[in-house]
């Protein structure tokens, strides 16, 4: 569920925009952020970073930054997928992508994590994929 | 508002006179009535046009839907319609796509968008959940398909500092120029037919683009992923959908239809390419295949992508293989992979383009027009093309389609139109079923929207095809469950599955042999089905999109129920198209595929039409005219 940041409380020091790792929150120096809900993962990135504890979850918490070693990543079963790429398109860091297999005959497209460097955990595609083939594993 | 899942229940009526947006009213029982898809666009139509309506006028009216079903994850269910007043044929016209943009539609939060007026300067819209914006073309105007693409989407991630996920749907200069055959564009895939591009253009509208944050809700989401795991398995397993369309893709069925003889070639005088193997789908998987590609949420994936020019582009369908193929007499595979990009480029339906250029190939052999386009020249095609689209020389005229040009310089005979829509590239002579589909066709001549009944007699079973015995109410039947599949937003290939997979991997097999030569006796069984759908009020294996339906809205649905949805939607489009005069008069087929027999010294080869029509009015309940009745209007709670 997506943040949103607290108007009283945030000064407009910029922290959080320069952190947040999908780009959901805009706003200028010394003036009110605001984060995008569509854009949003929870990762929690800018809690960390926000002095005044300004950002808040859906449920009225201050939000918690989750950290980086716990961020699961997705693990596609290539037997299961079938390419259909909803978590393609639903990934906000572009980092899934369907595979390209050269063409002998017969192929099978899936879903490949292209770096799980770049991945932020959002689990996202795994809450999307209709037939359950996405698992969330641990990054390390 | 809805009561069901699976909609965003909101329908968006979308002035561009005025720039301002309503919401239009479309209720619980319009849903249930006729779910979504093409449906719901043609009762809006119903509903909204008096028959005075001219395709470029203002008042005609695009309209765009999606289906329920899109945007849940059920196995290719990402296609959305757009349904027009078509400038080829004067009467309605739907165009189904299979692009992201139907699922950026639901996820800015509206089931349709209905466009009326006309734009003073060239527009593009931006749609991002409530907010519609209205941005002025400048130099998008004039680009091509994929450039106009590539500049929107580096638009959109300027004004938001960062990528952003969005369904884009654009015209290429043929709709600029109003090409009458001018399609629109959403990502690789094509609303192609009949000419919607074209009519964007006459609105001066160059693109739409959505994006959103709005997820499609579920009703019973538990089941309904239980559901879509095992439909998809069935169709990964089936021999059609899991091993034929993924392999070849639907240039595969180029080989079976020059072995059954209904390949259309010379602009259909033969039902057979000497040179096919050189433009099959086995030479295009070998040679040129990258990767297969397809649309969202599809485990089929018969799209292709082909190397030209170092680019990685789109692969030709079957259509664009056999009519640019034996269609033109040409051997050129690489030629053909040229085209079919350019066509894109341009924005314009493969199909009309070359039946129009054959056409022409033809005019000038007999001398009515000349045009220097010859039978296997090659040289000047691409030409051609670019001067369609940007309306030069002779592409003036052949952008006006083959019914317009065979009305000015004759040839009527040889202008492989129905309704003025040229046919796709299945010769009806050797599977007269499908001949029949391309004449009572609601947009024309066009292969899926007659009921595609070439898989019955020739491409999956073997039926007779050259009987017109039951042919009738297979093809109202086909046309009915094709119908409603797509109401959901789904690919006509999931009713493949229809025909159990044995049926297809043992065409010799005994089981195989006897459905095939009882299928001409089975009449009056599949008569009582279409007549009383009612009595099927159960779910079918073979059917399993009614339980989707069930599962995603909510809705009551039975086998029944859903095929009296698509013969609803079927009969309220014809009567849209009433009211621009259509009637059996113009349900025709050109004299050389009733006439003219495919084979000389079998007189059999060619279309009984009118036999079949009689019969086939009489299925449906129509009168003699071919038009619903008042009974039945009311039957079917259309009126």
């Known amino acids: 569920m997506p943040f949103s940041i607290n108007r009283e409380k945030c000064i407009g020091c910029d922290a959080c925009r320069l952190t947040c790792p999908t780009q959901a929150i805009s706003g200028l120096q010394y003036e009110k952020h605001v984060i995008d809900p569509e854009l949003c993962v929870s990762c929690g990135l800018c809690a960390d970073f926000c002095e005044n504890k300004a950002i808040y979850d859906n449920r009225g918490k201050l939000a918690e930054f989750c950290s980086w070693e716990d961020w699961g990543i997705p693990e596609v079963d290539a037997e299961i997928c079938t390419g259909c790429s909803l978590c393609v398109e639903t990934c906000p860091m572009y980092v899934l992508k369907i595979n390209e297999p050269e063409f002998h005959g017969d192929i099978r497209t899936h879903a490949v994590l292209t770096d799980k460097d770049l991945c932020i955990g959002c689990e996202k595609c795994a809450a999307r994929c209709p037939i359950h083939a996405i698992k969330i594993i641990p990054r390390v | ?639």
């Open chain 2, 1 to 639: 508002m809805t009561t069901y899942s699976g909609y965003m229940g909101k329908v968006i009526l979308l002035d561009l006179n005025t720039q301002t947006t309503c919401e239009y009213p479309w209720t619980d029982k319009d849903r249930e009535l006729y779910i979504g898809g093409k449906g719901m666009a043609s009762k809006i139509l119903f509903d909204n046009l008096t028959g005075e309506e001219q395709a470029f006028s203002e008042d005609n009216l695009i309209v765009i839907t999606t289906g329920p079903l899109t945007g849940t994850g059920a196995p290719c269910s990402n296609r959305f319609n757009i349904s027009t007043l078509s400038p080829l044929t004067g009467i309605t016209t739907s165009s189904n796509c299979g692009g992201n943009f139907g699922h950026y539609l639901k996820k800015a939060g509206y089931d349709a968008l209905i466009i009326k007026g006309k734009c003073k300067e060239h527009t593009w819209i931006e749609i991002k959940n409530d907010k519609f914006t209205f941005h002025e073309c400048g130099e998008l105007w004039g680009m091509k398909v994929t450039e106009s693409q590539e500049e929107l989407q580096r638009i959109m991630d300027e004004s938001r500092n960062c990528r952003v996920k969005c369904g884009i749907l654009s015209i290429g200069p043929a709709g600029e120029n109003l090409v009458k055959y001018a399609a629109v564009i959403s990502g690789e895939r094509a609303a192609g037919r009949a000419g919607v591009g074209a009519v964007f253009g006459s609105k001066n509208l160059k693109a739409i683009v959505a994006t959103g944050n709005h997820e499609v809700p579920v009703d019973n989401v538990a089941m309904n992923d239980k559901h879509n795991l095992k439909w998809t398995n069935t169709l990964r397993k089936h021999p059609l959908t899991g091993n034929q369309l993924p392999k070849m893709g639907t240039a595969g069925l180029v080989s079976s239809m020059q072995v059954r003889g209904i390949l259309s070639s010379r602009n259909y005088a033969l039902g057979q390419y000497d040179d096919f193997d050189m433009v099959s789908g086995e030479t295009l998987a070998e040679d040129y295949n990258i990767v297969n590609k397809g649309c969202m949420s599809c485990p089929i994936k018969c799209a292709r992508t082909v190397n030209v020019k170092g680019h990685n582009v789109k692969g030709p369908e079957l259509e664009t293989l056999g009519l640019l193929g034996g269609g033109i007499m040409n051997n050129n595979l690489e030629k053909i992979l040229q085209w079919n990009y350019e066509l894109d480029e341009l924005g314009m339906d493969t199909i009309s383009a070359s039946s129009t250029l054959a056409w022409a190939m033809e005019a000038n052999e007999k001398g009515l027009w000349k045009t220097g386009l010859e039978f296997g020249k090659i040289t000047n095609i691409s030409k051609t093309f670019n001067d369609i689209a940007f309306r030069r020389g002779i592409g003036d005229e052949l952008a006006e389609g083959t019914r317009w040009l065979s009305k000015k310089y004759g040839g009527e005979e040889f202008a492989i139109q129905s309704k003025g829509l040229e046919l796709a590239a299945y010769e009806p002579r050797r599977s007269v079923g499908q001949g029949l589909g391309y004449a009572v066709s609601n947009r024309g001549g066009c292969h899926l929207n007659g009921g595609y009944l070439v898989i019955v007699e020739n491409l999956g079973l073997h039926a007779d095809p050259q009987t017109p015995h039951a042919k009738a109410d297979f093809c109202m039947f086909m046309q009915d469950l094709m119908e409603a599949v797509s109401l959901g937003g789904q690919c006509l290939f999931t009713s493949y599955a229809v025909f159990p997979g044995f049926l297809i991997s043992k065409p010799n097999g005994i089981i195989t042999t006897t459905v095939n030569k009882v299928i001409p006796f089975l009449g009056p069984v599949v008569r009582v089905l279409n007549k009383f759908p009612e009595i099927a009020s159960f779910h079918l294996w073979l059917i399993p999109h009614t339980k989707s339906l069930h599962y995603v809205t909510g809705m009551r649905m039975n086998l029944g129920k859903f095929l009296r949805t698509g013969e609803r939607s079927y009969n309220v489009e014809r009567m849209t198209n009433a009211k621009f005069g259509v009637s059996a008069k113009l349900d025709t087929l050109p004299k050389r595929l009733t006439d003219v027999p495919q084979d000389p010294k079998n007189p059999k080869t060619k279309v009984p039409l009118e036999k079949m029509k009689k019969v086939y009015y009489e299925a449906r309940g129509w009168s003699k005219d071919g038009l619903p009745t008042e009974k039945k209007l009311k039957k079917m709670k259309i009126v």
